[in-house]
């Protein structure tokens, strides 16, 4: 099991304008992160959409954090752009067919044990700040 490709690339947009500290143009941003324009510029949209990045038309225009590093978690860009974290597609995905009936699914060993995995998860992702990984040698 592992992230998206575009939550790989999120992180690393993310990190890369807490790095800089500054406004930094799409095309900088690609460059130094490894990830194509094209896909930049739609995971910014996201990061944009969430708050988490701030964008700027025109000339002088660019990207930046809307936040400080140290109050953006690993959590909260990953959740941007994939959606809530859950191991199984059992545990949020509304549309989701159980090969039980629904009744059964509620007390599923399985999904109970993927409800607590899920949550351990999510709390490691969310204690991660951005903030901290600028401060690591």
């Not at 941003?29 to 969430?50: D, N, W, Y």
């Amino acid at each position: 099991m592992h992230i998206t490709l575009e939550s790989d690339y999120a992180v690393r947009i993310v990190y890369c304008l807490a790095q800089n500290g500054g406004r930094m143009e799409a095309a900088a941003i690609a460059e130094q992160t490894g990830v194509t324009l094209r896909f930049s510029l739609k995971i910014l949209r996201k990061l944009v959409a969430g708050e988490l990045v701030r964008s700027y038309k025109g000339a002088g225009g660019g990207y930046e954090l809307a936040k400080d590093p140290k109050e953006i978690s690993l959590y909260e860009v990953i959740e941007q752009v994939e959606g809530p974290y859950a191991i199984s597609r059992c545990l949020n995905e509304d549309d989701y067919t159980c090969n039980r009936n629904r009744q059964a699914c509620m007390v599923c060993k399985f999904s109970r044990i993927y409800a607590d995995i899920s949550e351990l998860v999510r709390e490691k992702l969310e204690g991660i700040k951005f903030g901290d990984l600028l401060d690591e040698p």
